[in-house]
T-cell receptor, first 113, second 113 residues
Framework: DGGITQSPKYLFRKEGQNVTLSCEQN?????MYWYRQDPGQGLRLIYY???????QKGDIAEGYSVSREKKESFPLTVTSAQKNPTAFYLC????????????FGDGTRLSIL | DAKTTQPNSMESNEEEPVHLPCNHS???????IHWYRQLPSQGPEYVIH???SNVNNRMASLAIAEDRKSSTLILHRATLRDAAVYYC??????????????FGSGTRLLVRP
């Protein structure tokens, strides 16, 4: 079945450590997104990419980095510069027609050790 | 970005219709109204969207007021699986280059057996 796969489901980070969250899609979508969700709140955009080898900062990009070397993959690195990384991270994809629905993965829950 | 206002929570009985309201008094003529829902510990799921006319799909119906300042998501027969947080989102067309979804805090729907 087509969809978005995020891994791992749970991740723990030590102080000063970078961690990478995986996002893979087989929907043949051009656009991919990373959102962050804090408890009881809506989602906020971290980074987005509308095409391979191109990506842009969203509203809360500080302390995060991404790459888009393949259409299917959009990994997110949470760097040590992100001082409050504990959150639920969601990856989404869509066609480049901006009015099309976004399809979400099941998320990665990141916690600090 | 145009904002939406939703009740924090609503309750419904199983197998009864549910009407989830959303106010968007600052909506512009080109903003589409989108609804997503999120089950606990999962990514959001697209439900329905529309511009001016009422819309129906297999999941729900969307009723849009004539002045477009409000809309209502209608679940015709609530099931326990419909218990989720429902988000009403406006997306500008043409939208900004990120095509991002701007989430509020949504309405938490509780379905009683």
């Amino acid at each position: 079945d087509g969809g978005i796969t995020q891994s791992p489901k749970y991740l723990f980070r030590k102080e000063g450590q970078n961690v990478t969250l995986s996002c893979e899609q087989n929907l043949n979508h051009d656009a991919m997104y990373w959102y962050r969700q804090d408890p009881g709140q809506g989602l906020r955009l971290i980074y987005y990419s509308q095409i391979v080898n191109d990506f842009q900062k969203g509203d809360i990009a500080e302390g995060y980095s991404v790459s888009r070397e393949k259409k299917e993959s959009f990994p997110l690195t949470v760097t040590s510069a992100q001082k409050n990384p504990t959150a639920f991270y969601l990856c989404a994809s869509s066609d480049r027609d901006g009015n099309q629905p976004q399809h979400f993965g099941d998320g990665t829950r990141l916690s600090i050790l | 970005d145009a904002k939406t206002t939703q009740p924090n929570s609503m309750e419904s009985n199983e197998e009864e219709p549910v009407h989830l309201p959303c106010n968007h008094s600052t909506i512009s003529g080109t903003d589409y109204i989108h609804w997503y829902r999120q089950l606990p510990s999962q990514g959001p799921e697209y439900v329905i969207h529309g511009l001016t006319s009422n819309v129906n799909n297999r999941m729900a119906s969307l009723a849009i007021a004539e002045d477009r300042k409000s809309s209502t998501l209608i679940l015709h027969r609530a099931t326990l699986r419909d218990a989720a947080v429902y988000y009403c989102i406006l997306r500008a067309q043409p939208m900004d280059s990120s095509y991002k979804l701007i989430f509020g805090s949504g309405t938490r729907l509780l379905v009683r057996p």
